[in-house]
């Protein structure tokens, strides 16, 4: 059993074998190494595909800001200059917020939020703001003392913020009761938090957190040809997919050059961009609406049986335009979540929620209670190889410091290890 089932997320039926969708279809991927700035617009086929230049006579996701909590975004490039806000550094490492030490979270910020100036990454949602947060990686903990609870406090830092949207391009193997508090917190203050399901399906196929958690948007990847990409980690826990495969990245902390990319974690920001267009056009509506418009005009292939939900692309591809061009999906009550079918982040338009929902509804079955955490579960062989994706680039190891835990009077190093979603 899942940890999504455990906490109360309905089984589901019916499209757990497929894979395939025809929603978005484009021609084939490129597979250039590397690529100049000037050249990054070019692999960003999925504009096209979702209808874009439509989409932004209506709106660009002016008045909406994303929380992207990850490795830094740097506001100096041509493509961010002017849209990203003040944010805060909860790895308490050297320097700050806008200090990316690898280049991933400017990516997702560009990938949400991007103008496109000067050859850059054109954002699906331009006219949006980003709020970094930059939580630390495992080559960083080895260089500095960082903080042991940036995840955790990144989140309820973006839950206490403007920011509408929370964007978690990142994953890992261990379940955390208090960062799975930490999500809950967020969706009951009325935000939106969207995480990458993970990278391993080709792998082991583990489910991954924050993705896990039921108060997350658990985010899958697809490829130009609209099916489920063969890495996008799958399973009953899987909300929505976007495309994730053929997208530009820059290519290290250097931000010099863009690379050719693939992963859940661009999907991620590619799915938060759409929500933002979504509230954008519908300021008045709570999160709850915004996401159960997103499931309903999601991309759903000729075979998809309705009322079911894929374990691979969950209710479907993201497409905002429908929504906004056409006026697919219906909101629905404001207070009650898609995600659990509870009331949970309530209120109106982007204020919503009051904290205290975030706690199970004292009616609900045993079965909803998160699981317990046995000590130990968190551990890993210290000194594992790399990992590295299909594309020959590296996936990027993100956690918490290692913390001690004491069990039965002795205490024992766990290492908590994050990888880019």
Same mark, same amino acid.
């Given at each position: 059993?899942?940890?999504?089932?455990?906490?109360?997320?309905?089984?589901?039926?019916?499209?757990?074998?497929?894979?395939?969708?025809?929603?978005?279809?484009?021609?084939?991927?490129?597979?250039?190494?590397?690529?100049?700035?000037?050249?990054?617009?070019?692999?960003?086929?999925?504009?096209?595909?979702?209808?874009?230049?439509?989409?932004?006579?209506?709106?660009?996701?002016?008045?909406?800001?994303?929380?992207?909590?990850?490795?830094?975004?740097?506001?100096?490039?041509?493509?961010? #200059?002017? $849209?990203?806000?003040? *944010?805060?550094? &909860? =790895?308490? %490492?050297? @320097?700050?917020?806008?200090? +990316?030490?690898?280049?991933?979270?400017?990516?997702?910020?560009?990938?949400?939020?991007?103008?496109?100036?000067?050859?850059?990454?054109?954002?699906?949602?331009?006219?949006?703001?980003?709020?970094?947060?930059?939580?630390?990686?495992?080559?960083?903990?080895?260089?500095?003392?960082?903080?042991?609870?940036?995840?955790?406090?990144?989140?309820?830092?973006?839950?206490?913020?403007?920011?509408?949207?929370?964007?978690?391009?990142?994953?890992?193997?261990?379940?955390?009761?208090?960062?799975?508090?930490?999500?809950?917190?967020?969706?009951?203050?009325?935000?939106?938090?969207?995480?990458?399901?993970?990278?391993?399906?080709?792998?082991?196929? #583990?489910? $991954?957190?924050?993705? *896990?958690?039921? &108060? =997350?948007? %658990?985010? @899958?990847?697809?490829?130009? +040809?609209?099916?489920?990409?063969?890495?996008?980690?799958?399973?009953?826990?899987?909300?929505?997919?976007?495309?994730?495969?053929?997208?530009?990245?820059?290519?290290?902390?250097?931000?010099?050059?863009?690379?050719?990319?693939?992963?859940?974690?661009?999907?991620?920001?590619?799915?938060?961009?759409?929500?933002?267009?979504?509230?954008?056009?519908?300021?008045?509506?709570?999160?709850?609406?915004?996401?159960?418009?997103?499931?309903?005009?999601?991309?759903?292939?000729?075979?998809?049986?309705?009322?079911?939900?894929?374990?691979?692309?969950?209710?479907?591809?993201?497409?905002?335009?429908?929504?906004?061009?056409?006026?697919?999906?219906?909101?629905?009550?404001?207070?009650?979540?898609?995600?659990?079918?509870?009331?949970? @982040?309530?209120?109106?338009?982007?204020?919503?929620?009051?904290?205290?929902?975030?706690?199970?509804?004292?009616?609900?079955?045993?079965?909803?209670?998160?699981?317990?955490?046995?000590?130990?579960?968190?551990?890993?062989?210290?000194?594992?190889?790399?990992?590295?994706?299909?594309?020959?680039?590296?996936?990027?190891?993100?956690?918490?410091?290692?913390?001690?835990?004491?069990?039965?009077?002795?205490?024992?190093?766990?290492?908590?290890?994050?990888?880019?979603?």
């Amino acid at each position: 059993m899942t940890a999504r089932t455990i906490e109360g997320r309905a089984a589901r039926r019916g499209l757990g074998t497929v894979a395939a969708l025809v929603a978005l279809t484009a021609g084939l991927a490129g597979t250039a190494p590397a690529a100049h700035a000037a050249d990054a617009q070019s692999n960003q086929w999925y504009l096209d595909a979702m209808n874009a230049e439509e989409i932004w006579k209506s709106t660009t996701g002016q008045g909406i800001t994303v929380a992207v909590i990850d490795t830094g975004v740097d506001p100096s490039t041509t493509s961010l #200059k002017g $849209q990203v806000l003040k *944010g805060w550094d &909860a =790895a308490e %490492a050297e @320097g700050d917020e806008t200090d +990316d030490y690898t280049g991933h979270g400017t990516t997702v910020a560009e990938l949400i939020a991007g103008t496109g100036a000067g050859g850059g990454i054109k954002g699906l949602a331009p006219g949006a703001k980003v709020i970094p947060y930059r939580v630390s990686d495992t080559e960083l903990q080895d260089e500095q003392k960082v903080n042991a609870f940036d995840m955790r406090e990144a989140i309820r830092a973006a839950a206490d913020s403007d920011a509408q949207i929370i964007n978690v391009s990142m994953a890992t193997d261990f379940y955390n009761s208090e960062i799975r508090k930490a999500v809950e917190y967020a969706q009951a203050k009325g935000k939106l938090l969207f995480a990458g399901t993970g990278n391993n399906a080709d792998k082991v196929n #583990k489910i $991954q957190y924050p993705a *896990g958690y039921a &108060a =997350a948007v %658990a985010v @899958g990847a697809t490829g130009k +040809d609209g099916k489920v990409a063969p890495y996008s980690t799958h399973g009953d826990f899987v909300d929505i997919a976007a495309p994730g495969t053929g997208v530009p990245q820059w290519c290290d902390k250097n931000l010099r050059s863009y690379c050719v990319a693939k992963g859940t974690s661009y999907a991620t920001a590619i799915a938060s961009a759409s929500a933002a267009l979504i509230w954008s056009k519908n300021p008045d509506w709570t999160a709850n609406q915004v996401l159960r418009v997103m499931f309903e005009s999601a991309g759903r292939g000729e075979d998809w049986k309705e009322g079911t939900v894929s374990n691979y692309l969950g209710h479907g591809i993201v497409r905002p335009g429908a929504h906004i061009n056409r006026g697919v999906g219906e909101p629905g009550d404001p207070g009650i979540s898609p995600l659990t079918n509870t009331k949970v @982040g309530g209120g109106t338009g982007t204020a919503g929620g009051d904290a205290s929902s975030a706690t199970p509804d004292p009616s609900a079955p045993a079965s909803s209670q998160a699981p317990a955490e046995e000590p130990g579960d968190d551990a890993v062989v210290a000194g594992s190889s790399t990992e590295s994706d299909d594309s020959g680039l590296p996936v990027w190891a993100i956690g918490a410091a290692a913390a001690v835990v004491v069990l039965a009077g002795g205490a024992f190093a766990v290492v908590r290890k994050r990888r880019s979603a």
